[in-house]
């Protein structure tokens, strides 16, 4: 184990990215069709507006991160030079392209006169560019040289990673924007603030999505074991690399259960889980994904002379 421990700890910046990235695009996407598809009453659009710099800084955490793996900033200019033939290239791109429609969407969301169309317009940008982003993270690692990671179930895992993380950090946006809502009727007085609350579906939704990419998910990545852990090649087996890799997957479902039931059991008789709870199963759902994302980089096999 000691060679792969070494191998990810090598990459953990990759680790963090690839945890974080994906699951906070997703989480943007989500709450960017809740804006486009419901017409939340004034007070809690503005709210929901003001929260999405949850995720927006969970994506940038992650692509911060993974920016420092170019050792020299400078270097950023190269990658971006291999846009339409590196997948990393392509990658890099997709990230920065998303993050200046959600950035720049957030930033007009604060203003006074707002016009409709535009911000219709400019969060189904955010939308696409955020899917986008995604297929390019996933698509990153097919490297004809690491036998272990040009696996056709790579990219699969990747998206799961993001449906299974996404909804359950969206879910933090809806209750930090829900509480805010709560705390601003409770100021002025009213009484009856229930036409502010987000509709209980939304959240149902969400935790359906997170429950059942959770669940295919661990179901990708016992295949993925059972046809990637007998490579190896002259020196190598990626057993060896991640002997560990059938407890990973065990841990990692085990924490990702306990976040989707965290939140279910906050979301007993009420439209939203509170915002510990939401944050305590977004935490435990990141945390089983860096596990898998951290075992990952440990099975890093080149090709060499490979069976």
């Keep these: 184990m000691g060679i792969g421990f070494e191998n990810a700890l090598g990459e953990v910046t990759l680790v963090l990215f690839t945890t974080l990235a994906p699951s906070g695009a997703i989480a943007c996407v989500i709450v960017g069709l809740a804006l486009l598809a419901g017409k939340p009453v004034d007070a809690y ?37 291999g846009v339409g033939r590196s997948p990393l290239s392509n990658e890099v791109l997709a990230g920065v392209v998303f993050l200046g429609f959600a950035g720049s969407y957030w930033l007009y969301s604060f203003t006074e006169k707002r016009r409709v169309a535009l911000e219709r317009a400019w969060v189904a940008l955010l939308v696409g560019s955020g899917v986008v982003f995604v297929f390019a993270i996933a698509f990153a690692y097919q490297v004809g040289t690491i036998v272990t990671w040009s696996h056709p179930l790579v990219p699969v895992n990747l998206a799961l990673n993001a449906l299974a993380g996404g909804p359950l950090l969206a879910l933090v946006t809806f209750a930090a924007a829900d ?129």
């Design 45 to 81: 659009r503005r709210r929901l507006n003001q929260f999405l710099a949850i995720p927006v800084l969970v994506t940038l955490v992650g692509l911060v991160a993974s920016a420092t793996h170019l050792g020299n900033p400078g270097n950023a200019l190269y990658v971006l030079a």
């Design 179 to 307: 509480a805010a809502v709560v705390r601003d009727a409770a100021g002025l007085g009213e009484a009856d603030f229930s036409g502010n609350r987000p509709p209980r579906a939304m959240a149902v939704a969400c935790l359906a999505v997170s429950g059942i990419a959770l669940v295919a998910n661990v179901a990708g990545y016992a295949a993925y074991g059972v046809t990637a852990l007998p490579m190896h090649n002259s020196v190598e087996s990626a057993a060896s690399l991640a002997p560990l890799y059938a407890p990973s997957v065990v841990l990692f479902a085990a924490l990702g259960a306990l976040g989707v039931a965290l939140d279910a059991l906050a979301l007993r008789n009420r439209p939203l889980p509170g915002l510990a709870p939401s944050i305590g199963a977004s935490a435990l759902m990141l945390a089983g994904i860096f596990v898998m994302r951290f075992t990952f980089y440990m099975m890093h096999l080149t090709v060499g002379i490979s069976f």
